[in-house]
């Protein structure tokens, strides 16, 4: 059986056009293609500089990697990287975490709170999903960015000096429209924009990223898995990765928990009820199949919404009654999603 190797070494991730002559810049990035060459390079000219950084891409593209390069690079990387993911915060919490607090600001305030602006004073914060924030915090926001200072809950106005690297998977320019973004705010943030491809239009590094997490979860699992076959790879290159390289380590995780030999040789895609192998079926799939199994897998992981926003139509950019279309065509039979929408 054909197999590819795993590489045991650290795995050489860019070109030598791509990074410094010692590369630890980039020592986090895996994968040598040329769309992530041209973010590599956007990342080296806009890291000497301290102006903002809006990083665009879809969920599981590696936004928070490629702001950890920026700083890394930059003049502040001395200082402090703050990471803060605006969607994880509870909407009564975010003021608090971001700008901090006095004691007895308010009922529980027990204690002062620093927020996470002071906390990076004169390094680097960085804003995950961005589009998230409640518009009456994006003034406060605005402030930080136009006069550099900070005014916690119930205390008075503090100088801070921050770099602010955003990011988001949300089109803005579609929030400003709605009225859910302001678009000051939407100027600050966008002077350096950043796009980051999915993993479907970067296919030529599946294989090294591959190798990288499964290299990683072996050696967690103590398992002497030394390759992958190369039927695991057609599969997996043939498919359209809607979570992009987070749903890839996670299967990678789970198909090294699976394997008990040295090869992984079978590989679960989300809408497939069995391990799949192409060489016991001895044949590829066919467009009809493919596309089959990318609506499944975009309707398992919008838990089978199909309309509105964050549904299995909108993550597939299509019109609802097309998708409801090629369901049928395909023999996809509608189920409802668990709070009884779909």
């Not at 054909?2 to 980039?26: C, M, Q, Y």
């Not at 996470?116 to 003034?139: A, H, M, R, S």
């Not at 955003?166 to 709605?178: G, H, K, Q, Y």
């Not at 990765?241 to 590989?267: H, K």
């Amino acid at each position: 059986m054909d197999t590819r190797i795993l590489n045991r070494k650290p795995i050489g991730h860019l070109g030598p056009s791509a990074v410094s002559s010692s590369g630890s810049e980039f020592k986090d990035i895996i994968g040598g293609g040329e769309s992530m060459r041209d973010v590599l390079d956007n990342v080296k000219v806009v890291g000497a500089s301290d102006i903002s950084v809006l990083i665009l891409g879809e969920s599981g593209t590696g936004k928070e990697l490629i702001a950890q390069c920026i700083h890394r690079i930059s003049p502040r990387n001395k200082k402090p990287f703050v990471a803060v993911n605006c969607a994880a915060l509870p909407a009564n919490l975010i003021e608090s975490e971001l700008f901090g607090h006095e004691k007895g600001a308010f009922t529980g305030a027990t204690d002062k709170r620093t927020g996470k602006f002071e906390q990076g004073n004169e390094g680097t914060v960085f804003l995950d999903e961005i589009g998230e924030l409640p518009v009456e915090l994006q003034v406060k926001l605005l402030r930080v960015l136009q006069e550099k200072e900070v005014e916690p809950i119930g205390g008075r106005k503090r100088k801070v000096n921050v770099r602010i690297i955003a990011a988001t998977s949300r089109n803005l320019e579609e929030e400003v429209s709605m009225h859910r973004f302001r678009l000051d705010l939407f100027y600050r943030l966008n002077v350096f924009p950043i796009k980051l491809p999915p993993l479907r239009e970067r296919k030529e590094d599946i294989v090294a990223l591959a190798n990288h997490f499964v290299t990683i979860y072996a050696r967690k699992e103590n398992k002497a898995i030394t390759g992958v076959a190369d039927h695991v790879i057609q599969l997996m290159l043939n498919y359209h990765w809607p979570g992009n390289i987070r749903e890839l380590e996670n299967l990678m995780a789970r198909s090294v928990l699976l394997t008990n030999g040295p090869i992984i040789n079978s590989l679960k895609l989300p809408g497939q009820s069995q391990v799949v192998s192409t060489v016991r079926q001895g044949r590829i799939k066919s467009m009809i199949e493919n596309e089959r199994d990318h609506i499944l897998s975009a309707l398992e992981r919008c838990n089978w919404k199909i309309y509105g926003q964050d549904g299995a139509a909108d993550l597939l950019e299509l019109n609802p009654s097309t998708l409801n279309s090629k369901m049928k065509k395909l023999g996809i039979e509608k189920k409802y999603s668990k709070n009884g929408s779909n």
